[in-house]
């Protein structure tokens, strides 16, 4: 069965330091991967996602299947970055996802 | 265009109460999902569906059953409420291929306290 961990619940940076969100996943098979956001009271969003290959808000992520990871990354935080980030991995598109526990970014002024 | 719409946006229960969540979309998605959010688990499905009159099993479906009459809508029902069932419920819809840009869209969720 596959599964994504999130190894940190919290991170918490200053504005314009770096921040990187750590996910790895175990699936025996050739995953989709998505990074998920949740701002304050708003539904959850799709950042971004593997194949895209795209820089969404100034975040990117690199699948790299040989640690089997799908790092976020920033160069610069914002406050208005702070949220709930979630990790998820598909078998296929528009197939059930599996989550990771998420991880809260905190960024302060 | 709406999007995913679910309701109510809150509701709070007493033990053993029922209750259904409704989940309404309006972007003809063949897949609809049942997910709850808890703290530290991020989301958990707990059923879905892969078309209209078809449903299936989650990864926590217990206590929990559903509805896909008709395909917009996708209905989950709490028999008999539990504690342990207070959670934030989201519903997700997406089309089963990989063209869509966004695969699933998400509704704005409710929350559901037990008491």
């Known amino acids: 069965a596959q599964r994504v961990t999130q190894p940190e619940k919290l991170l918490s940076v200053f504005k314009g330091a770096p921040v990187e969100l750590k996910c790895n996943y175990s699936y025996s098979g050739s995953p989709e991967l998505f990074w998920y956001v949740q701002y304050s009271r708003q539904r959850l969003q799709l950042l971004l996602r593997h194949i895209s290959r795209e820089s969404i808000k100034g975040f990117t992520a690199d699948l790299n299947k040989g640690e089997t990871s799908f790092h976020l990354k920033k160069p610069f935080a914002q406050e208005e970055d702070s949220a709930m980030y979630y990790c998820?991995?598909?078998?296929?598109?528009?197939?059930?996802?599996?989550f990771g526990g998420g991880t809260r970014v905190l960024v302060k002024p | 265009n709406a999007g995913v719409t679910q309701t109510p946006k809150f509701r709070v229960l007493k033990t053993g109460q029922s209750m259904t969540l409704l989940c309404a979309q309006d972007m003809n998605h063949e897949y609809m999902y049942w997910y709850r959010q808890d703290p530290g688990m991020g989301l958990r499905l707990i059923h879905y569906?892969?078309?209209?009159?078809?449903?299936a099993k989650g990864e926590v479906p217990d206590g929990y059953n559903v509805s896909r009459l008709k395909k917009q809508n996708f209905l989950l029902g709490l028999e008999s409420a539990a504690p342990s069932q207070t959670s934030v419920y989201f519903c997700?819809?997406?089309?089963?291929?990989?063209?869509?840009?966004?695969?699933?869209?998400f509704g704005d969720g409710t929350r559901l306290s037990i008491l």
């Open positions: 569906s892969v078309g209209e009159g078809t449903t």
């Open positions: 998820a991995l598909s078998e296929a598109a528009g197939n059930k996802l599996t």
């Open positions: 997700a819809s997406s089309r089963p291929d990989r063209v869509d840009n966004q695969p699933q869209h």
